[in-house]
């Protein structure tokens, strides 16, 4: 039997602390996620290798009512994909690195692949 404990860090990422019978602890900082489903296979990334970015842009996108709740909460939740995709096209780092460690070990910041948010925002549609 264990107990365990999530709570919110100042920089928008959370602490999980499993406690164990024993009195041991085991803990790890993680990122939840606010992308819609369908984005899932370019965000997952995102999250994971620009975790500052990502934050940021879920806190701006939910500060104009685009992306409430989170799908780790068990909440129910409905996203308009385009206006989602408007925003992030008005908000995103194009300086963020979300390949970094994926697969390709692809290091090149956003800018660099698609040249303009705009650019980046045809991609998501295609997926």
Not at 25 to 32: A, D, E, G, N
Not at 83 to 107: C, Q, W, Y
């Amino acid at each position: 039997m264990f107990k365990t404990v999530q709570k919110k860090l100042e920089d928008g990422r959370w602490l999980h602390t499993q406690i164990n019978e024993d009195g041991s602890t085991y803990s790890f900082k993680f990122v939840k996620y606010w992308h819609p489903y369908e984005l899932r296979h370019w965000f997952r990334s995102y999250a994971a290798n620009s975790p500052k970015s990502y934050i940021r842009l879920g806190q701006k996108l939910n500060s104009i009512g685009l992306c409430g709740g989170s799908p780790n909460l068990g909440k129910d939740y409905e996203y308009d994909l385009p206006s989602v995709l408007d925003g992030i096209e008005k908000f995103i780092s194009m300086n963020a690195k979300p390949f970094v460690r994926h697969i390709t070990n692809d290091s090149r910041t956003l800018k660099q692949i698609y040249g303009t948010a705009k650019n980046f925002r045809k991609a998501l549609e295609v997926s």
